[in-house]
């Protein structure tokens, strides 16, 4: 009876090992493929930081040609000289309100699938995370606001009265030095100009984001590659 029960334990004892032996293998495999994925996560999401970088740059140099344009405009206007018509209509040309809405395809998948909350390390999570929830739906915002003000500014006041001065057709100088000296056009040009320096902190706050990120990353994947090297 005793050879019966001992048998007994001992077959339950190996179907207990071997459940959970096999739980753990295919919590193990299961744990490897989601690393695996993460990292193809991570490549994915560092292509879209490298477009978005090179995206923020170009939208950081536009706009730092609209505020030196809206400076000439503003100081030509307030000093005692003569206005120059001609000149203060070429700086107007380039006064347009470019815009950056940045990629997030990969992150919202990745984070969608809880892969980089419980895979990834803690640092490169954090940066990420502000990157995209913080700095990205700031700079959103700012976006928006900008777009407003530059299509009051530009679009419904400046095309609306001088447009026609603007695309080249014939003026009166006096009508448009006129419109240019009113303060109506000098508080929106100052509004107007405000609104892009304070666009420009934005961009820049969020290209170094970028740049952090980008760091992280690189070294994440160089991580990953060097553990998958055997020895």
């Not at 490897?32 to 170009?58: F, M, P, R, S, Y």
């Not at 100052?190 to 304070?198: E, I």
């Amino acid at each position: 009876m005793k050879n019966i029960l001992a048998r007994g334990g001992i077959e339950f004892l190996a179907v207990f090992l071997g459940i959970g032996l096999s739980f753990y293998v295919e919590q193990w495999q299961s744990d490897n493929e989601q690393k695996d994925l993460l990292v193809k996560d991570c490549q994915n999401i560092l292509t879209d930081v490298d477009e978005d970088i090179l995206t923020i740059e170009n939208i950081i140099d536009f706009n730092n040609i609209i505020l030196k344009a809206c400076n000439n405009i503003q100081s030509t206007i307030i000093s005692d000289e003569v206005i120059i018509v001609d000149s203060i209509i070429l700086d107007i040309k380039k006064l347009t309100y470019p815009t950056f809405f940045g990629i997030t395809r990969s992150y919202k998948l990745s984070y969608s699938t809880g892969r980089l909350n419980l895979y990834a390390n803690e640092k490169l999570v954090k940066e990420i995370s502000k990157l995209y929830d913080h700095f990205y739906e700031r700079l959103d915002i700012n976006s928006n606001i900008y777009d407003q003000v530059g299509l009051k500014f530009l679009d419904q006041y400046v095309d609306k009265n001088i447009g026609y001065a603007i695309n080249g057709y014939d003026y009166d100088i006096k009508e448009i030095v006129n419109f240019l000296s009113n303060k109506l056009f000098i508080n929106e040009l100052l509004t107007f100009s405000g609104r892009v320096g304070a666009y420009l902190q934005r961009l820049n706050e969020t290209k170094e984001q970028l740049i952090v990120v980008r760091k992280l990353l690189i070294e994440y994947l160089a991580e990953q590659n060097k553990s998958e090297v055997p020895n």
